[in-house]
């Protein structure tokens, strides 16, 4: 037995060296992939269930690799989290997002009709000039507070220190809508639901995966969705990929949704197309 341990180590060790450089090598490139412009935003529309009409859109980023070519946001965010690039890149998310929401500004009817979702991680949230730096891009592209909701995870949202109960209650003092998002995936404790400076809740995709086939989901979701009502917030369901789930959710009564059904996340200019012609999906 000791021998097999010795063997694991040695077959373990060199692969662990790897990837230890290998997750080295990635961070340089990182942090060298903001400045050089590598990275790119791809959004995917919101939608209201019953008529099909596009709401909004929440950006995600994806990061154009030289070699490697376009790089999902699963394959570096977390290394971005890890070693603190994630505050540089959200903020170049942030501006490049409203800078995109003004350009497609001419071709919106109303303030406060279209909401652009941006994505906030943990460490952003813990930065102590997050809320200054929100109302700076605001206030550069001329951006309406109600027009942004930034999307936080629970585990985020929950870490509860003195920084982040003030960015929450800031950023909701300047007006920025404020999301659960993932909702149902961590340890969701639903007293919080009351409690938190939030307006909307996203429910994550694994809830709904199964609704279409298993009826105790269903009711289950129906509930969850009723006690996101029951606390005062409007809910948001995403990963929907099929006509049969859309159907169920409306007879359910949720207005808001996201996922592949509808549509993937696509370049500004294929939402361009969408809000020329009619914003119905
Ligand atoms: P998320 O915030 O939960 O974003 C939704 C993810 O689900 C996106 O993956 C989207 O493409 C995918 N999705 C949408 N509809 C469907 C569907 O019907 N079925 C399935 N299976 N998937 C669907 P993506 O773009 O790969 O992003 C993954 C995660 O990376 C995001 O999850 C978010 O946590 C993170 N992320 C992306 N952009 C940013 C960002 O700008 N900042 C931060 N902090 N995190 C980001
Ligand atoms: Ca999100
Ligand atoms: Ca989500
Ligand atoms: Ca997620």
């Given amino acids: 037995a000791k021998e097999d341990v010795h063997r694991r180590i040695k077959v373990f060790e060199p692969m662990m060296l790897y990837s230890r450089q290998l997750r080295r090598e990635t961070a340089r490139e990182l942090r ?3 400045l050089d412009e590598e990275l790119f935003l791809e959004y995917q529309p919101v939608v209201d269930l019953e008529s099909g009409r596009l709401q909004g859109v929440e950006a995600l980023v994806r990061w154009n690799h030289p070699r490697r ?4 946001p699963d394959d570096f965010i977390p290394l971005a989290e890890e070693t603190g690039l994630i505050v540089g890149i959200g903020r170049w998310v942030m501006r490049a997002a409203l800078e995109q929401l003004e350009r497609w500004r ?9 909401l652009l979702r941006v994505n906030l991680a943990a460490l952003e949230l813990q930065s102590l000039d997050l809320v200054d730096f929100v109302r700076d891009s605001l206030r550069a592209t001329g951006t309406k507070p109600g027009e942004l909701v930034l999307e936080i995870t629970e585990s985020a949202l929950l870490s509860g220190g003195d920084v982040e109960t003030y960015s929450l209650r800031s950023l909701q003092a300047l ?3 404020l999301e659960i998002d993932d909702f149902g995936t961590g340890y969701s404790s639903i007293s919080y639901l009351r409690r938190l400076p939030v307006d909307t809740v996203k ?3 694994s809830l709904i995966a ?4 298993d009826d105790g989901q269903l009711r289950f979701v129906d509930a969850v969705h009723n006690l996101i009502r029951a606390a005062g917030l409007e809910a948001v369901f995403e990963g929907i990929e099929t006509a049969e789930q859309a159907e169920q959710l409306r007879k359910m ?4 949704g996201q996922g592949y059904y509808f549509s993937r996340p696509i370049p500004a200019s294929q939402i361009t197309v969408l809000l020329q012609e009619g914003r119905t999906l």
């Avoid at 001419?106 to 279209?114: H, K, M, R």
């Avoid at 199964?210 to 086939?213: C, E, F, P, T, V």
């Avoid at 009564?253 to 808001?256: E, F, I, K, M, T």
């Fill in 32 to 34: 060298r992939a903001v």
């Fill in 69 to 72: 070519g376009v790089v999902m």
């Fill in 106 to 114: 001419p071709l919106l009817a109303s303030e406060e009709d279209f």
């Fill in 175 to 177: 007006g920025v809508g």
């Fill in 203 to 205: 429910v994550d995709r």
């Fill in 210 to 213: 199964d609704i279409a086939g």
């Fill in 253 to 256: 009564g949720c207005c808001s």
